[in-house]
Every structure is written in structure tokens, then in C-alpha cells.
């Protein structure tokens, strides 16, 4: 159809690199055929190109793209329009095909005919979904935090005195700095906990799990030894997640439901939880990360090198797939107990995939194809500064050898890391992180990747020279 229409939605659970891709991946496919389109990310900065309600009506087709879902007030925005929807991994994979006969891939879709709310069935579900909502969330607590406390220690290097508040004494900007950025840590778990109760049980959950994560880490409150940590907020989340979930089925009538979500799911949940996180979830939470931390601390060192390889070849197996997100988490949650080192395995072997992959088209142009060679400039900056996703799409074309290489080369990596106890404090700009003081030692830091590096593009071009004379082998019979 020439003139074509089309509007969008892009989100993926953590809102960092899928959403962005698959928008451009959509813009741009579009404008190749001539149609005229606009794409609404729904990412970790919020919502943004919101579509107006006149795109939407002249729109032929609606495009939806979806890693966690779609509120119930974006879906009625759709009321009557044909709509495609899938999930935002299927819409990337399959960018080039999207658009042929869309007619016949397309629904109509009337709201009052879906089910809404807490019977609409996401396009991805699941624990790990709700889990990367919570770090979504925390993510901006921990990159401000983490940037301010990384100037005020720059400040201090530099020379500036570090004098906290005391009476009579005024505190330096160094500590002001340093005491601000400390905040992001110190909110990012329940920020956590509340955002993983609110993608499964929605907003009446936000609030109660906000405040009893925030109890469970208190711990002159609780009197404990330690926080929860992000155990409690896993567990508190989920648990009051669920419980509002079901509880919003109930019915009370016509003149009482209004104020079911308002008044009585708040003022109950945050009784029955703020009592059973005083007197057990918080104490029984306390109790395993302290025991998590005393381990990670006096772990014996041949054994936290096996732990840093398995931890970097989960980093760089699936390059932001579930694998990857279950090490990435773990890493991420221990920031706000204030250890860093794991995730310095993270900033290190994250960029090494999309890079190795770059570098190898340069050294080895004959193993790739052209599209691949073209990409290799954008995937290397792209890499080396934000995602490892720009790395799929050569996974994707030769994935046995591919794979293979990435996860070896980021398990040694991985492993040299917690050896040479890199540490980064906070999400960046990858390659240059130690420049912003996120990262250090730097020197320990840049050898590791460069060494990763090596490994990564010495193990692409032996493992994919061999599987394509393989391949070649098999198609000459």
C-alpha cells in the first residue's frame, strides 16, 4: 500500500536498549518502503515521542512491540485499530518480513472485547520480567547516586577536605556531594521492591511495597544486623505483588469498589506486611544476607575466580537474554550493600562481545558478509559505550561459533576481574567509566578488557573459520 500509515510502541523490561533499537529498527524499515511513521518508546527515561490521538486516527496500522506488557490505558488509545503485537525480541528478529502482508497479520482491536488489567496476559511474563521492572527503576537511583559520589571522591583526591556535618562545623562539598549520591543507593532497594510488586500487582501495590522494603532495611528499626538487601526486596516485592493481585478480584459492590484500590488494598496490605516484615520477613531476610555477605567476603580466592568465570560467561552467553539478566542482577543488587566488585564484571565483560565482533570483521573481512562488515563501525562505539546487543546479530548469522567464543573469552575475563578486584560503583558509558571515576583501579580495568578483547577475536576467527569450512565441507557433499 503506497502512503501507508503506521504508528507504534516499543518497551522492553529493563528500558535500556531493546525499546531504542526496535523504534529505530521500525523507523527505519518504514521509511524504506515509503510509509509514514511514528514510534512512542516506552523506555527507562520514561515515555517518550508520545504518539497524539491524530496519529493514531489517520494511523493504518498499529505496530506494538512489547517486552513488558501495555497499561490499560495505552490499550484503549488502540480501540478499532488494526493492530499487530508481539514481542519486542520477535519484532527485531524479524524487522526486514514485519511489514509483508501486514493486513493479514493484523487484528482489529476492540478493548471492551480484551481482557484488561490483571487478566490481560503480557506479552512476556514471568519472575525474571518483573525482576528486571524493579531494576528498571532502580537503574537512575544508582547512575546519579553513583556519579555523585564519584565526583565527591574525585573532589577529595584533588585535594578538597572531606569535613562532615558536626556541630559548630559546616561539611565540605565533597561530603555533600558524597552524602547526596549515597541517597541513590540507599533508596534503590525499595525502589526496587516497589516496582516489582507494582508489574505484577499494579499501582495499589506500589506504595505498601515502597514502604515495607524501605522498613526491611532499616536497620535501626529492625534492630538487625545488616539490611534485607535485595533478597528482601525480591521477596517482599513478589510477595506483596501477588497478594494485591488476587486481592483486587474481590467485590464489594457498586458503591464500595471504588475505593478497593484507593483506601482499603494500601491500608491492609501495608498492616499485613509492615507486621510480618517486623517480626519475620525482615529478620529472616536480614539474617541470609548477612550470611551472603560474610560468604562473599571470606570466600576463598580459587573459589571466587571460578565464581567470576561462571558469572562472565552468564554475562556474554545470550547478550541481554535471560542468562545474561540473572547474572546481571545478581551483580547489580549487591551495589547497595556497598560491594562492587562483581559488578566490575559486568563493565568489563559486557563490551567485550560487540566489540570482538567489530574487530574480527577488520582482521578476518572473508568470515563475514557484507551487512555484517557494514554494521561492525556502530556496533564497536555502540558496545564499547552502552549495550552488548549489537553483538546479536553475529551471533544470530553463526551462533554455535559465535556464542562459543563470547562466553569463553567473558568467563576469563570475568575471572580476571574479581582476581584484579576491578570495582564499578554504578552503571556508565562502558569504555569510559574509569575516566568518570566509576571504575577502578583503571589500570586493572583496561588490562582485563584488553585482554578479554584478544581472547574474544583470537577465539571468533579460529572457531568461525572452522565452522564455515565445515559448513562448506557439508555443502560440497
Not at 304 to 326: C, R, Y
Amino acid at each position: 500500500m503506497i502512503n501507508m500509515k503506521i504508528v507504534g510502541i516499543t518497551n522492553c523490561p529493563a528500558g535500556i536498549a531493546h525499546t531504542y533499537m526496535v523504534a529505530e529498527a521500525i523507523q527505519q524499515k518504514c521509511e524504506s518502503l515509503g510509509y509514514e511513521v511514528h514510534v512512542e518508546t516506552q523506555g527507562a527515561s520514561g515515555v517518550e515521542d508520545r504518539l497524539t490521538d491524530a496519529q493514531i486516527k489517520e494511523a493504518d496500522y498499529v505496530v506494538l512491540a512489547l517486552g513488558k506488557g501495555l497499561s490499560d490505558e495505552d490499550r484503549i488509545r488502540f480501540d478499532g485499530k488494526k493492530v499487530v503485537e508481539l514481542p519486542v525480541s520477535e519484532a527485531l528478529k524479524h524487522i526486514d518480513t514485519l511489514f509483508d502482508d501486514i493486513d493479514s497479520k493484523a487484528v482489529v482491536l476492540h478493548t471492551s472485547k480484551v481482557k484488561l488489567g490483571n487478566e490481560q496476559a503480557a506479552v512476556k511474563e514471568g519472575i525474571m520480567s518483573y525482576l528486571m521492572a524493579g531494576v528498571s527503576a532502580a537503574l537512575p537511583f544508582v547512575i546519579g547516586g553513583g556519579l555523585l559520589v564519584a565526583l565527591g571522591s574525585m573532589l577529595v583526591q584533588f585535594g578538597m577536605p572531606n569535613t562532615a556535618l558536626a556541630q559548630g562545623t559546616h561539611p565540605s562539598l565533597a561530603w555533600v556531594l558524597t552524602s547526596i549520591g549515597n541517597l541513590g543507593f540507599t533508596f534503590m532497594i525499595p525502589i526496587m521492591g516497589a516496582y516489582i510488586a507494582n508489574a505484577i500487582g499494579d499501582k495499589p501495590a506500589f506504595a505498601p511495597a515502597f514502604l515495607v522494603t524501605y522498613l526491611a532495611n532499616d536497620i535501626d528499626l529492625l534492630g538487625t544486623k545488616s539490611g534485607a538487601g535485595f533478597l528482601g526486596a525480591v521477596v517482599i516485592g513478589l510477595s506483596v505483588g501477588y497478594f494485591v493481585k488476587y486481592f483486587r478480584r474481590v467485590k464489594l459492590g457498586k458503591a464500595l469498589q471504588p475505593l478497593l484500590g484507593s483506601m482499603l488494598i494500601p491500608f491492609i496490605t501495608l498492616l499485613v506486611f509492615g507486621l510480618l516484615t517486623y517480626y519475620l520477613i525482615g529478620p529472616a531476610m536480614s539474617w541470609l544476607m548477612s550470611g551472603l555477605l560474610d560468604f562473599l567476603n571470606t570466600i576463598p580466592t580459587s573459589m571466587k575466580i571460578g565464581t567470576g568465570f561462571i558469572i562472565g560467561a552468564m554475562l556474554a552467553f545470550d547478550m541481554g537474554g535471560p542468562v545474561n539478566k540473572t547474572a546481571w542482577f545478581f551483580a547489580f543488587s549487591l551495589l547497595s550493600s556497598h560491594i562492587y566488585n562483581w559488578y566490575g564484571i559486568v563493565g568489563v565483560v559486557t563490551l567485550l562481545p560487540p566489540m570482538a565482533a567489530a574487530i574480527s570483521t577488520w582482521i578476518r573481512p572473508d568470515l563475514f558478509t557484507k551487512q555484517e562488515r557494514s554494521s561492525s563501525i556502530s556496533a564497536f562505539i555502540v558496545g564499547a559505550t552502552v549495550a552488548t546487543e549489537p553483538a546479536i546479530p553475529y551471533a544470530l548469522a553463526a551462533p554455535i561459533p559465535m556464542i562459543a567464543a563470547n562466553t569463553l573469552a567473558g568467563g576469563i575475563a570475568g575471572a580476571l576481574s574479581i582476581m584484579f578486584n576491578v570495582e564499578r560503583i554504578a552503571p556508565g558509558i562502558g569504555i569510559f567509566d574509569p575516566l568518570i571515576g566509576l571504575e577502578k583501579p583503571w589500570y586493572f580495568f583496561y588490562l582485563a578488557v584488553g585482554i578479554g578483547l584478544v581472547l574474544n577475536v583470537a577465539f571468533i576467527i579460529i572457531f568461525k573459520g572452522a565452522w564455515l569450512k565445515r559448513e562448506a565441507k557439508k555443502a560440497a557433499q
